[in-house]
């Protein structure tokens, strides 16, 4: 660890050097040695956090990425993809990876596997083989697992530490804002009706899961959007679901909003989807 903060120092010094100069060169070392700038931050020359859209990985899949995944195409596939292409972007970054879309692709994928209402049949039988017989519920649930306990797993490329991976949740008027007017490849829309059933659904899974094990990731956020008139949340149901949730011993963000105009994709961070603005929220 020393000898790589010893040599991202010396990169960094001869980089301020050929940009700005010896002076600031040396002024940077000066605040180093001065404890004005932090030396935490020298273990890593990536830079922090990234919140992505995974809509490129539907239209090439990993390609553009130097990989050699096509488009999924089927729940499997994608789940396969999705947990390569989050190694894949974490490598490249010292802090989190945001995938706020990631149960709204999931259940585009259920949607084409088992019929836009597959959530009214959770129990219906879809696979059977010689020892057991497993329902949509079931192979959802399987499929959870495996993407959780995956990117739980450490990372050579990151020290051995696992990725830091970030999800999103959201109540119905901030599902209508920010994908009101989305569109997958094949021209279908987003459903909300399937999709509020399936965060239901992991955020359910996920708390009961980690019971079990010690799981870190994914840090989820709930984005709930209130009338900054009546001082009330616009969807009750759904601030009624999140209390229930802290209630059973969640842990989980809550990220309140009287606009949909931007996303809480990180623990301390926001992102504004209209305007190119960043803010460090705490």
């Not at 010896?22 to 940077?28: G, I, M, Q, S």
């Not at 259920?110 to 879809?126: A, F, S, T």
């Not at 899961?209 to 900054?228: K, Q, S, Y």
Request: a negative charge; one cysteine or more; hydrophobic letters at 40%.
């Amino acid at each position: 660890l020393f000898r790589s903060i010893k040599l991202n120092r010396s990169r960094l010094t001869d980089k301020i050097r050929d940009l700005y100069g010896d002076d600031l060169a040396k002024e940077y070392i000066r605040q180093l040695e001065c404890h004005e700038l932090y030396k935490h931050d020298e273990t890593s020359i990536f830079p922090y956090c990234v919140a992505i859209t995974m809509y490129p990985m539907l239209l090439d899949g990993l390609k553009n990425m130097g990989g050699i995944s096509a488009p999924p195409k089927h729940l499997r596939s994608f789940c396969g993809i999705f947990v390569n292409m989050v190694f894949t972007i974490a490598a490249q970054f010292a802090g989190a990876v945001a995938t706020p879309e990631f149960l709204l692709y999931f259940d585009y994928f259920c949607r084409k596997e088992w019929g836009n209402d597959y959530y009214l049949h959770y129990d219906k039988i879809v696979e059977t083989s010689v020892s057991k017989e497993r329902t949509i519920k079931d192979v959802i649930l399987d499929y959870f697992q495996n993407i959780v306990y995956y990117l739980n797993q450490p990372a050579a490329a990151r020290n051995f530490q696992s990725v830091f991976w970030n999800i999103s949740y959201f109540d119905s008027f901030y599902f209508k804002g920010v994908f009101g007017e989305f569109y997958f490849p094949d021209g279908t829309a987003p459903q909300w009706e399937s999709l509020d059933a399936l965060q239901r659904l992991f955020m359910k899974w996920f708390n009961k899961e980690r019971t079990r094990e010690v799981l870190t990731f994914p840090v989820e956020t709930m984005n709930i959007l209130w009338d900054p008139e009546t001082k009330e949340y616009k969807d009750q149901e759904m601030a009624d679901f999140t209390a229930e949730m802290w209630a059973e011993g969640h842990s989980f963000f809550l990220y309140n909003s009287d606009s949909a105009d931007a996303l809480s994709s990180c623990c301390r961070l926001k992102n504004k989807i209209e305007s190119n603005v960043f803010s460090y929220t705490l």
